[in-house]
Nanobody
Framework: QVQLVESGGGLVQAGGSLKLSCRAS????????MGWYRQAPGKQRELVAV???????NYADSVKGRFTISRDNAKNTVSLQMNSLKPEDTAGYYC?????????????????WGQGTQVTVSS
């Protein structure tokens, strides 16, 4: 299958920056979209940013102009540079990938999630 491991969360003051990284590993044949979602306490998980293998990106309106998503297809990694952070950005951030992978003699496709990394922005 496919495993996703995030890193880079932490505590930062409002206006500061953080960079999140996520590496995918396993019997990966290809990864289509990779993205970041977040979930604050009591709220639903929401899309933050997504990037396709071709480099097309999409951002939530609330982070446009402040966050930048990038990926390294050769390394199966995706990063999220977060600038001008606000207290409302506080949430658990989760890496997501849509991947084709090998299992035995078959090829399957699935959506995978990382374990999450906490981002806390103090006012």
């Amino acid at each position: 299958q496919v495993q996703l491991v995030e890193s880079g969360g932490g505590l930062v003051q409002a206006g500061g920056s953080l960079k999140l990284s996520c590496r995918a590993s396993g019997s990966i044949l290809s990864i289509n979209a990779m993205g970041w979602y977040r979930q604050a306490p009591g709220k639903q998980r929401e899309l933050v940013a997504v990037i396709t293998s071709g480099g097309s990106t999409n951002y939530a309106d609330s982070v446009k102009g402040r966050f930048t998503i990038s990926r390294d297809n050769a390394k199966n990694t995706v990063s999220l540079q977060m600038n001008s952070l606000k207290p409302e950005d506080t949430a658990g951030y989760y890496c997501n990938a849509e991947a084709r992978y090998a299992t035995g003699i078959s090829v399957k496709q699935g959506t995978f999630w990382g374990q999450g990394t906490q981002v806390t922005v103090s006012s």
